[in-house]
């Protein structure tokens, strides 16, 4: 059964002090693995997609990784602004579609 | 970077009518969008997924005769609401795949049904 799992659920910081998110999944067929951010009442904002195992993608203080079977969401020297639930979702194609799967996410809280 | 827009962010009517939520894809061609339903502190949870020109699939446990997609064009996908019930009440995103396989989400919208 297709699985995603972010930890922890929920994590605070100070500002500045970098950690890392978790994504695991178990899926069969992977056609890429996707993460976003999500402010409370409004959509999740793209992030980054990940196809392959050993890539890696940056931006600002987000870098994301891949492996076989998990992702991480590095944040380095994180703002407040960056509070926020980030959401990891896999794509794979079931029932004729490509569908994205997501984990419950990650709530981040970055305090001064 | 691509945008998709929902409309209206904030609805609310009476139970027992039917509401219509839109979702634009602003940039670029869509052949296939997703209706996602969120609770209050949940990650989201696919409803059902729409593609241009056909009839959209949905996920086990979700109403058709409820929750009416229509796709008419590459760039619009609407969620008509049918016979709302307070219990229907509920924060509803949608999101669009673009060319390249990414898949952008709407600022979404608020349902309350009194």
């Known amino acids: 059964e297709d699985q995603v799992t972010q930890s922890p659920e929920a994590l605070r910081l100070q500002e500045g002090e970098s950690s890392s998110l978790n994504c695991s999944y178990t899926v069969s067929g992977l056609r890429g693995l996707f993460w976003y951010r999500q402010?409370?009442?409004k959509g999740p904002e793209f992030l980054f997609t990940l196809y392959s195992a050993?890539?890696?993608?940056?931006?600002?203080?987000?870098?994301?990784?891949?492996?076989?079977?998990?992702?991480?969401?590095?944040?380095?020297?994180?703002?407040?602004?960056d509070s926020a639930t980030y959401l990891c979702a896999v794509q794979a194609p079931r029932g004729g579609y490509n569908k994205l799967i997501f984990g419950a996410g990650t709530r981040l809280a970055v305090h001064p | 970077g691509a945008v998709v827009s929902q409309h209206p962010s904030r609805v609310i009517c009476k139970s027992g009518t039917s509401v219509k939520?839109?979702?634009?894809?602003?940039?670029?061609?869509?052949?296939?969008?997703?209706?996602?339903?969120?609770?209050p502190k949940k990650s989201l949870m696919l409803m059902a997924t729409s593609n241009e020109g056909?009839?959209?699939?949905?996920?086990?446990?979700?109403?058709?005769?409820?929750?009416?997609i229509n796709h008419a064009s590459l760039t619009l996908s609407t969620l008509t609401v049918t016979s709302a019930h307070p219990e229907d009440s509920s924060f509803y995103i949608c999101s669009a795949r673009d060319p390249r396989g990414t898949i952008y989400f709407g600022e979404g919208s608020w349902l309350t049904v009194v």
Not at chain 1, 65 to 71: A, D, G, N
Not at chain 2, 54 to 68: H, I, M, N, R, W
């Open chain 1, 39 to 41: 402010d409370p009442g």
């Open chain 1, 54 to 81: 050993g890539e890696e993608k940056e931006k600002e203080r987000l870098k994301a990784t891949l492996t076989k079977k998990e992702s991480f969401l590095h944040i380095t020297a994180p703002k407040p602004e």
């Open chain 2, 21 to 39: 939520i839109e979702c634009r894809s602003l940039d670029f061609q869509a052949t296939t969008m997703f209706w996602y339903r969120q609770f």
């Open chain 2, 54 to 68: 056909s009839k959209a699939t949905y996920e086990q446990g979700v109403e058709k005769d409820k929750f009416l």
